[in-house]
């Protein structure tokens, strides 16, 4: 259809058709910055950030998203939009996950749910110390102590009376007698207590090694260490090609989606493996009925289960860096990609046939380091703010060490799904698979433990404004649909 002379400009055409193809993620947008507007933004910012919003959708002509947005803010504030003060008080508390916890002076245990008590109710955590916890997680207790806040809508509790509450159950407890189990496995199988320890954090989530979150924290490499979609992917990946061996596409689908289900249960209902399990299982029900998904509607539909569900979880590190992440990959790695084919050129497969070896395999290196260093920009240019936000430092290393650190700890998971599947089928043979894993894991960790002093510097910055951060994301938004291509049947 031609445009009229009064027809919209390219760049309008480009947000409808892009909003057009993606509307399961502008519902999630809206959805949570209607929930973040009456939860987190300070005045004036809640109006002025939601009423911007407003003006976007009235200009995509997108009227029906007004109501979900003030009806995400309605909602939100019902919940939870009186806090209660720190005091003593009494509440039950849902115990939805218990993991052991080092803080600077001893070791111990953190259960993990939520407190509901007159106030309302608010997510809440309780620190014991020891080497055992104190009360089993696999029920609901009624608690009488101290409820103190310690940031917005975040809370610890110390208990004084802990109070069985009867036919209430919980999955913390398995998992948690699960994890243990499974890190006792792996400490006898693998060689190096070291490499154990940081295979286990790597598949459970569960890091309690201050040691190790430092090191990866400094190099910019702790989204290694929560679950998140790269982990999700290496066992999609792994199980897809083993089940394909000897299984149909069906039945080869609906068990990675049962293997993906038991997996998220053992790990637990952190935001991070909330966000990948979600997308993971859309993807593959979308296989399984032969229907194609976008990866942008699938990140939306996370995004907007998750903030539906559980309006407070915008406030977590890991909802807010796994979906930044995951945004920037998906948005911006295209746009690099294709910039940095000027560096390294693609050539085509019949023009490669009489080169050399050497050659060739330099070939197959640049092919890495450009999608390396193109994922490594779309990642970092979406995150910046939130590091600088958060942390008030960017470390320039993560630029060098994010270009292989990421594909060597896939290797490392690789080979220890390898050595779990012959396992079962002979100890002895997965012997070796696992001194494997456990020697890359070792050489990777005295990787991260000394870097190169003459690289290790960091962009330091004191004070980083909080408003900031949602204008860049929303810049970042309009320059990635900006420079997207239009079809040929919208510039006809």
């Known amino acids: 259809m031609r445009n009229s002379p009064i027809s919209i400009s390219k760049g309008s055409q480009k947000h409808r058709l892009f909003w057009r193809?993606?509307?399961?993620?502008?519902?999630?947008?809206?959805?949570?910055?209607?929930?973040?507007s009456a939860l987190y933004w300070p005045l004036p910012w809640n109006a002025i950030?939601?009423?911007?919003?407003?003006?976007?959708?009235?200009?995509?002509?997108?009227?029906?998203?007004?109501?979900?947005?003030?009806?995400?803010?309605?909602?939100?504030?019902?919940?939870?939009?009186?806090?209660?003060?720190?005091?003593?008080?009494?509440?039950?508390?849902?115990?939805?996950?218990?993991?052991?916890?080092?803080?600077?002076?001893?070791?111990?245990?953190?259960?993990?749910?939520?407190?509901?008590?007159?106030?309302?109710?608010?997510?809440?955590?309780?620190y014991t110390h020891g080497s055992a916890p104190p009360e089993k997680a696999d029920r609901d207790y009624i608690l009488q102590g101290k409820?103190?806040?310690?940031?917005?809508?975040?809370?610890?509790?110390?208990?004084?009376?802990?109070?069985?509450?009867?036919?209430?159950?919980?999955?913390?407890?398995?998992?948690?007698e699960l994890k243990e189990r499974y890190r006792a496995f792996l400490s006898r199988k693998c060689p190096s207590p070291r490499a154990a320890a940081f295979?286990?954090?790597?598949?459970?989530?569960?890091?309690?090694?201050?040691?190790?979150?430092?090191?990866?924290?400094?190099?910019?490499l702790q989204h290694l260490l929560a679950i998140s979609g790269f982990h999700f992917g290496v066992l999609i990946a792994f199980a897809s090609f083993a089940l394909s061996l000897f299984l149909p596409r069906t039945w080869k689908t609906a068990l990675l989606l049962i293997a993906l289900a038991a997996y998220f249960l053992f790990v637990g209902p952190y935001p991070a493996v909330e966000r990948s399990w979600i997308a993971a299982t859309a993807y593959l029900i979308g296989q399984f009925i032969r229907r194609d998904t976008s990866g942008l509607n699938l990140l939306g539909l996370a995004l907007g289960l998750e903030a539906i569900l559980n309006p407070l979880i915008a406030s977590n590190l890991g909802f807010q860096f796994s979906f930044g992440s995951c945004l920037g990959i998906l948005l911006l790695y295209p746009r690099f990609k294709g910039m940095l084919f000027a560096w390294f050129p693609k050539r085509p497969s019949g023009s490669v046939k009489p080169w050399p070896p050497i050659a060739k395999a330099a070939l197959i290196l640049s092919n890495f380091f450009r999608n390396a260093i193109a994922l490594n920009l779309a990642v970092n240019a979406a995150i910046l703010p939130l590091l600088l936000y958060h942390f008030h430092s960017f470390p320039l290393l993560s630029l060098l060490y994010n270009l292989f650190f990421p594909f060597a700890v896939g290797a490392a998971l690789s080979l220890l799904l390898c050595a779990f599947s012959i396992y079962f089928l002979s100890p002895t043979l997965a012997h070796p698979f696992f001194s494997i894993a456990s020697s890359l894991s070792e050489t990777l960790l005295d990787l991260a433990a000394y870097p190169p002093a003459s690289l290790d510097y960091m962009l330091l910055v004191p004070r980083f404004p909080f408003w900031a951060v949602p204008l860049y994301l929303f810049l970042l938004l309009c320059l990635s649909i900006r420079l997207r291509p239009l079809p040929h049947s919208a510039t006809c």
């Open 199 to 220: 295979l286990s954090a790597l598949t459970t989530g569960d890091v309690d090694d201050r040691l190790l979150k430092y090191q990866f924290g400094r190099l910019g």
């Open 21 to 36: 193809e993606h509307p399961v993620l502008l519902s999630s947008l809206t959805v949570s910055i209607g929930s973040a």
């Open 49 to 126: 950030f939601a009423f911007s919003w407003v003006l976007y959708l009235l200009a995509l002509r997108k009227w029906a998203f007004l109501p979900l947005l003030l009806g995400m803010a309605a909602y939100s504030h019902f919940l939870y939009g009186n806090m209660p003060p720190s005091q003593k008080t009494q509440g039950v508390f849902s115990i939805a996950t218990l993991q052991p916890h080092q803080s600077p002076f001893a070791k111990g245990f953190v259960y993990k749910g939520k407190f509901a008590a007159h106030g309302g109710t608010v997510p809440c955590d309780i």
């Open 147 to 176: 409820l103190e806040q310690r940031g917005p809508c975040q809370y610890t509790f110390k208990p004084e009376v802990w109070i069985p509450v009867e036919k209430s159950w919980s999955l913390a407890e398995i998992r948690f």
